[in-house]
């Protein structure tokens, strides 16, 4: 999850979880509990970009709504009590007003922490790392070793310090092998006896291997080979459809190594070495696909495959677990239903061999910013440890958070869209999902910040063959330095004590690079288009910048980009360096045909009350607004929303107007509800 927005974030697992059971506080918790202390409560300021999951005081400013469920709320406030009650802490949450890597660098650049206790995305950490602003949080350790309902939140150490606070106590926080039932039930070639040999049969059995799993996948391509999907029926079932950079880390750890794990860097040992060949070779005879953004590019869409899965275009994927109950759904809708099973193991190694075993990324967690003083970053810590231990404990009906692992499988594995009460599987199904869910961790790629080097640098580069690479094994031996660099870089940066600007400017256009066809862009003064900005430095002149222009026809109509438009580049003072491509229109000049503007088969609704100017007219509303020569023009649109009444139903016309880069408008009327 880089970000892999990795920004998307990821709370409808924990809100399921408060809404799992509600349990009367006294029944678990300390019966003798002070009163309500007579001082004021210590106010402990808790970071989050997504306050309104994680708040349970949280309000919607215009509607007034909270976007907790109401038995989320209940036991959130059971929790904040417990807290104040306690400790004489009342937690109070407050949304990042930008990228956290930015924020928190930025606030503790200027001595003024914006949160005591920060909350992190799963992908920030090594970037923040590199900042050198975190506390070690080794001193308050106490807080957490010996007691056994809770020394599984202070993660273990990264570069000799301990640095972070996990919360979530999850029955599965990794992208799982899930498998649509239905779509094996009908394949002929996996029957014995008339009978269908599931994938938890053959992981019961000891037999689930990766030669017996390419088997598996060449029975299964080879019966919908060319099949239309339902949903989108140009587009054919796959035997397996993934993020080959999931898969990839799975079969490492199905070979019980790791990218970075207990013993360092293990990318490149003869176990995982394998485990890529395995995946390269599934790749190559097609039974494996990764769906990428772009032709020139080895990064994956970002969960383009669950939702695919969802629509019954794969019958194996991994499911990114924060929509898997989605992608259930959606397959209920179609009267099928979904699968869990482990990833298979090399062939060669016992089914009981401790090695063996399913990766356990750190995900998101919290850590305590620099300039905390030491009494009020303790007082955090067992505040917000307090805080989700009462939950947990709340939702299991026991006194022990841990119980909620054994008490909310069943529950968790509906919620998350799985078939348990599947007449040969289910009973299979739950247990495999209920194995997940010891909140170890195993792998450290992301929490160091090295991800996306051996993903997509040394991995889907020596995948795909790009810039020459050559295949897994020598890519990985040549490249690991890339890897240890990054470490040393890291490094260097905690031992030196200082706070590190390692945050790289950010590109954008000001306005749509758009030229006539025949202009000679070297009298272009593009920087006119740029802006250029620093979380640190601020404003960067656009004309520092670099510029070239040489991908881009000129004498071409058409719109330049992903790879192909105005390549930039800037470096902040710090040394950052950013390299961007922005897109280029080269347009008609002498086009007289006006454009064309294509609205969505169905029009969302607006809910009475909505502010209208957060509504988004041209990506909910269209589907297209494009020129003559079929460049897109959806940037230029206005909307005339004048006669639109918001706060009372009723239906009201809405006028689009499109303009292209030579002067040519169009308009059309949109009938928008309001309900």
């Known amino acids: 999850m880089s970000v892999k927005t990795k920004q998307v974030r990821l709370f409808r697992r924990y809100s399921l979880v408060l809404a799992a059971a509600v349990f009367v506080l006294a029944a678990c918790g300390n019966k003798g509990s002070q009163a309500a202390a007579k001082t004021a409560p210590v106010v402990i300021r808790v970071g989050t970009h997504h306050q309104s999951a994680h708040d349970p005081t949280w309000r919607d400013a215009i509607t007034g709504e909270p976007e907790m469920s109401p038995d989320d709320m209940r036991v959130g406030e059971i929790a904040l009590k417990k807290v104040q009650d306690e400790l004489n802490v009342k937690l109070e949450w407050v949304n990042y007003s930008s990228d956290v890597r930015e924020e928190l660098l930025r606030s503790v650049l200027a001595g003024d922490p914006v949160c005591d206790i920060a909350f992190l995305w799963g992908g920030c950490q090594g970037t923040i790392l590199g900042q050198n602003i975190l506390q070690d949080l080794s001193p308050f350790a106490d807080v957490f070793e010996g007691d056994a309902d809770a020394d599984w939140m202070l993660l273990p150490p990264v570069f000799g310090r301990r640095y972070f606070f996990g919360y979530k106590l999850a029955q599965v926080d990794c992208w799982p092998l899930v498998f649509n039932i239905n779509y094996i039930e009908r394949v002929d070639a996996l029957k014995e ?211 909620f692992l ?168 710090a040394g950052n360096e950013r390299k961007t491509d922005l897109r280029v229109v080269v347009y008609d000049p002498d086009n007289k045909q006006p454009p064309t503007i294509t609205p969505k088969e169905t029009l969302p609704a607006v809910k009475a009350g909505t502010d209208i100017s957060g509504v988004d007219w041209k990506g909910a509303y269209l589907n297209a607004a494009v020129d003559k020569d079929g460049i897109d023009i959806k940037d230029t649109i206005t909307v005339d929303v004048s006669g639109f009444d918001s706060s009372t139903p009723g239906t009201y016309n809405v006028t689009v107007t499109a303009t292209d880069f030579a002067g040519n408008a169009a308009n059309i009327t949109l009938p928008v509800t309001v309900e």
């Open 193 to 403: 006896n008339g009978q269908t040999v599931y994938p938890t049969d053959l992981y019961k059995q000891g037999t689930w291997t990766w030669q017996v799993f390419e088997d598996y996948l060449d029975k299964i391509s080879a019966y919908y080979r060319n099949a239309p999907s339902p949903v989108r029926p140009e587009v054919p079932i796959k035997a397996f459809q993934t993020d080959y950079r999931v898969t990839a880390t799975s079969l490492l750890h199905s070979a019980g190594q790791a990218v970075y794990g207990e013993n360092g860097i293990m990318f490149d040992t003869p176990e995982a070495v394998s485990a890529v060949e395995y995946l390269d070779r599934l790749m190559s005879r097609g039974l494996v696909m990764s769906v990428r953004y772009g032709d020139t590019s080895v990064v994956p869409g970002w969960t383009w495959n669950g939702n695919d899965f969802g629509n019954g275009e794969t019958v194996f994927t991994d499911m990114p677990f924060w929509i898997d109950t989605s992608a259930g759904n959606n397959l209920a809708g179609r009267g099928e239903s979904m699968g869990i099973v482990p990833y298979p193991r090399p062939d060669g190694m016992a089914f009981d061999d401790p090695r063996y075993q399913q990766p356990k990324i750190a995900g998101d967690n919290y850590g305590v910013l620099k300039g905390v003083p030491a009494d009020r970053a303790r007082l955090a810590l067992e505040a917000l440890k307090l805080y989700y231990l009462t939950g947990y404990r709340e939702r299991a009906g026991s006194s022990r958070a841990l119980d």
């Open 406 to 573: 054994d008490t909310s499988a069943e529950v968790m594995a509906v919620a998350d869209g799985y078939d348990i009460y599947h007449e040969k599987i289910g009973a299979d199904i739950l247990k495999i999902y209920a194995s997940y869910s010891p909140p170890d961790t195993n792998e450290f790629d992301s929490l160091l910040g090295i991800s996306n080097i051996w993903e997509e640098t040394i991995t889907g580069q020596s995948i795909y063959g790009f810039d020459g690479s050559p295949k897994y094994a020598v890519n990985a031996a040549q490249k690991r330095v890339l890897v240890e660099n990054a470490l040393a870089a890291t490094e260097a940066a905690i031992a030196s004590g200082k706070t590190t600007d390692n945050i790289q400017p950010n590109i954008a256009a000001a306005q749509v690079i758009a030229v006539p066809r025949g202009t000679d862009p070297a009298g272009v003064n593009f920087a006119s288009f740029v802006d250029i900005t620093d979380n640190v430095d601020g404003t960067i002149d656009p004309a520092r910048a670099a510029y070239d222009y040489s991908s881009p026809d000129f004498n071409k109509a058409g719109s330049y980009e992903g790879g192909k438009g105005l390549h930039v580049t800037v470096k902040d003072a």
